[in-house]
């Protein structure tokens, strides 16, 4: 079996499981071959081992029971960068990328602040503000101490030296200091929610996705405590679902903060939301 015959069948394969068979198909053959997008091109006549094709239909077989292929290859793309991913984790995703967008639109190039990313995960957040902002030092903290071993190993992996890494649930990690800006994409979806049993969200941390009957338990917390450890003027961004734009919203005007403005991402939805102390 050479590269086009093994995407070739990991395509029919995957045909009536996955939305995106082809692609899903040449993530996987890319990786048990240890080959990039351009090699799968102009290597496509190479053959595969014996233990290369066990371990293609291995991840098919996973596959075609629902499990993201972000968990089956152990990786994925996050502004141009490839995180380690786990079970223990949640799946970075495009949407979230607009969190680090709106963060890095606040902090000034040169900036030395302290920044605090609250329920870090595989770390994607507070590492790209991060590799960003060099001279900004980013508290990155986690209940999960499985998350945090994670998070730890991306920063080694792309040797950011300017993150440390703290277990905690939410503020508990943060006593005694003070913050110039706090982001955070904490869970948000509503229990009972249909979409927790299609599709990846099966598979990922259900404490990394659930926030009580209107989804919103979690902000209302961040949104409540963030005062305490944001300086004046301090910055508060965090996502939240296509339809809680007005709930955060008003959450936040509750509890005094000002210049509430929110972010639509590409699809035309308000994903993110930022505010001041």
Known sequence: MNVVDALQQASATLKEASPTPRLDA????????????SELITRYEMALTGEQQNQLESLLTRRKRGEPVAYLTGTREFRSMEFNVTSATLIP????????????????RNAEWTIADLGTGSGAVALAIAKERPRCRVVATDSSTAALDVARSNAEKFALTNVEFRAGDWFAALAGDTFDMIASNPPYIRIGDPHLKQGDLRFEPATALVSGADGLDAIRHITRHAGEFLKPGGWLLFEHGWDQADAAGEILRRQGYRDIVSHVDLAGHARVTACRR
Do not use: D, Q, S
């Open 26 to 37: 040449e993530v996987l053959v890319m990786h048990v071959c240890g080959i990039n997008r």
């Open 93 to 108: 995703r495009p949407e979230t990328e607009l969190l680090v967008e709106k963060a890095l639109e606040h902090i000034p």
